[in-house]
């Protein structure tokens, strides 16, 4: 059965007559009375009876009348309730990103709170590459460039990586990359999926005669290591201020990685997904020096 069907049925019992039905409804009387005979006939049951006097209800017609007011007030009712949900700044929001970076996205997305009341903003931190297209989460900032699924990108910035080491281990063994590099060094890599991040990668082409000694499979664990002085680590420079008890130990970046916010094509129309998306965009763009290891 086509339900739109019914909204002819309901304008002629409405209006009393075919050419005042077509009226209402800006179209012909014989789309009118077309309307009804297929709805009669998906229904398998007489609806109207021709009568000298015109057009009489049936019963069933009748019965079907009243169903259809009922359709149409729950359907009024939806469109009160939820019309327009896409041009409102309301709802929930979910991001995910991976841990290391997820203190900075929130800190980042702390004035929509201020500015938009009604908005909810679940930032979701996991090392797994979330489904957006199984709806796994609405945003995701990620440091690589995804483009499978035919996702909307945007790029929100550039982070460098360098080398970090403690006070207490460059006080016992000082790091001199123009002479000797890392040869002889204890150092802090990655595993996992992390084995092939920026960083991870610098220390592989430029390792030689190094130590591993310890590996992490996201970079506030390898921060961690490096804060304990267990070696010398390559990681994020957003990451590595001076309160985190880290010395930089070269004053340029030896990697970088692009940051993106990334959402399903379905989702551009909708505004609260739009505003979350321009913070974090302009949020990078603030930050963007701190990023870049500046």
């Known amino acids: 059965m086509n339900w739109d069907d019914l909204k002819f049925l309901l304008a002629l019992h409405r209006e009393g007559s075919l050419a005042s039905a077509a009226r209402s409804l800006g179209v012909d009387q014989s789309t009118v009375s077309r309307r009804v005979a297929a709805l009669e006939k998906s229904l398998g049951t007489l609806l109207l009876a021709r009568t000298p006097d015109g057009l009489e209800f049936t019963?069933?017609?009748?019965?079907?009348?009243?169903?259809?007011?009922?359709?149409?007030?729950?359907?009024?009712?939806?469109?009160?309730?939820?019309?327009?949900?896409?041009?409102?700044?309301?709802?929930?929001?979910?991001v995910t990103c991976t841990d290391s970076i997820a203190?900075?996205?929130?800190?980042?997305?702390?004035?929509?709170?201020?500015?938009?009341?009604?908005?909810?903003?679940?930032?979701?931190?996991?090392?797994d590459a979330l489904d957006l297209r199984r709806r796994e989460a609405d945003i995701a900032v990620r440091l690589y460039r995804d483009n499978r699924d035919g996702l909307i990108t945007r790029k929100l910035g550039e982070i460098a990586w360098s080398l970090y080491a403690s006070t207490n281990y460059l006080a016992r063994r000082p790091v001199n990359l123009a002479s000797s590099g890392l040869a002889g060094h204890d150092v802090l890599h990655f595993s996992g999926t992390l084995a092939r991040a920026p960083g991870a990668l610098w220390l592989d082409a430029h390792g030689a005669g190094d130590n591993v000694v310890f590996r992490g499979n996201g970079p506030r664990t390898v921060l961690?290591?490096?804060?304990?002085?267990?070696?010398?680590?390559?990681?994020?420079?957003?990451?590595?201020?001076?309160?985190?008890?880290?010395?930089?130990?070269?004053?340029?970046a030896l990697a970088t990685s692009e940051a993106f916010a990334m959402f399903v094509p379905e989702l551009r129309t909708v505004a609260r997904v739009r505003v979350v998306v321009d913070r974090l965009v302009a949020w990078f763009a603030a930050e963007r020096e701190l990023l870049r290891g500046a």
């Not at 900075?104 to 996991?126: K, M, N, T, W």
């Open 103 to 127: 203190p900075f996205v929130i800190r980042g997305l702390q004035p929509l709170r201020e500015r938009h009341a009604a908005l909810q903003v679940d930032v979701i931190a996991s090392s």
């Open 224 to 252: 961690e290591a490096a804060r304990a002085g267990l070696g010398v680590a390559c990681l994020p420079c957003f990451l590595c201020g001076p309160d985190r008890g880290l010395v930089r130990v070269t004053p340029e």
């Open 59 to 94: 019963e069933t017609g009748l019965d079907v009348v009243r169903a259809a007011v009922q359709i149409e007030g729950v359907a009024n009712t939806i469109v009160a309730n939820r019309g327009g949900e896409d041009g409102r700044i309301d709802g929930i929001v979910r």
